[in-house]
């Protein structure tokens, strides 16, 4: 499975943002597809998750209530809708896949498929 990112740009605080995360070469029904973010010198941190069968999902405390992870299970395509957007949230983002159980959602040494990551910054 290749996962590949888009969407990342440059955004106003309080402003909104679509990032894309599209699968390929593979079969994704049985994996987790998550998100994580690096700001600079800082470590790589879960933002959200879901699994593609059934679509639970999973969020970090940081971003719940403004961010919403979804898919798309026919275009094999999954989403992070960014809103209320603030400059801590400037990043990497990362898609990633894993099989795990949703206890490990979080942590990125789980993941074992990773895409490249695609820019966000927030400007004051």
């Known amino acids: 499975v290749q996962l590949q990112a888009s969407g990342g740009g440059l955004v106003q605080a309080g402003g909104s943002l679509r990032l894309s995360c599209a699968a390929s070469?593979?079969?994704?029904?049985?994996?987790?597809m998550g998100w994580f973010r690096q700001a600079p010198g800082k470590e790589r941190e879960f933002v959200a998750a879901?699994?593609?069968?059934?679509?639970?999902?999973r969020y970090a405390e940081s971003v719940k209530g403004r961010f919403t992870i979804s898919k798309d299970v026919a275009k094999n395509t999954g989403y992070l809708q960014m809103n209320s957007m603030k400059p801590d949230d400037t990043a990497v983002y990362y898609c990633?896949?894993?099989?795990?159980?949703?206890?490990?959602?979080?942590?990125?040494?789980?993941?074992?498929?990773w895409g490249q990551g695609t820019l966000v910054t927030v400007s004051s």
């Open positions: 990633a896949a894993t099989t795990v159980v949703f206890s490990s959602w979080g942590d990125p040494e789980q993941y074992h498929r």
């Open positions: 879901i699994r593609w069968s059934g679509g639970t999902t």
């Open positions: 070469g593979g079969r994704f029904s049985n994996y987790v």
